[in-house]
């Protein structure tokens, strides 16, 4: 009898994740690449695919398949110049959703999850509120420690509200300054 694999215990291999879940961890190592060293946006895109796109990275660093990448790039790139063209919008709202909690007091990953996912509630109206505070959480697991996914979940779940609420009141014309 063979021993039980830590894969079979889980319910088998890990899945490769789906282009949007790909495009939004893309996403998220720019916006983490920017934030440590700054500068233009464009340039961060531009040295980030130079040196992690698979038909141009020999040891292939982020391990995808050139198929993939090509899949889950556009919307990687939307999704970044959406956060950065949007920032000063997504750095007001955050930094008053976490309490007790300046945004440069935030790791560089949650912080870059948070505007990511902020930035999908405001302005990308193909994906359900939940869905992109669920794949912040998803994405968390794996680049963030422990504790983080719970005080991200803290603050999309504030952000999130106050946007459901926005929307309510524009749906029914009232005035959201009431």
Not at 142 to 168: C, H, P, T
Request: aromatic letters at 8%; charged letters at 30%; proline letters at 6%.
């Amino acid at each position: 009898m063979s021993a039980v694999t830590d894969d079979q215990f889980k319910g088998g291999p890990p899945k490769k994740p789906g282009a949007r879940r790909l495009a939004r961890e893309l996403a998220l190592k720019m916006l983490f690449q920017r934030d440590l060293e700054g500068g233009a946006p464009e340039t961060t895109a531009l040295t980030f695919e130079n040196s992690f796109s698979p038909e141009r990275d020999e040891e292939n660093g982020l391990e995808l398949k050139p198929a993939d990448f090509q899949r889950a790039w556009p919307l990687a790139r939307e999704l970044f110049f959406g956060v950065c063209k949007n920032l000063g919008e997504l750095d007001r709202e955050i930094s008053a959703a976490a309490a007790n909690w300046s945004l440069t007091r935030m790791s560089p990953v949650d912080r870059g999850l948070i505007r990511l996912a902020y930035y999908e509630m405001l302005h990308r109206d193909d994906i359900p509120l939940k869905v992109s505070l669920n794949e912040a959480l998803e994405i968390a697991k794996s680049y963030s420690d422990d504790d983080s996914a719970s005080f991200i979940n803290g603050v999309l779940d504030r952000l999130m509200r106050a946007v459901e609420k926005s929307s309510d009141q524009a749906q029914r014309g009232g005035n959201p300054c009431e």
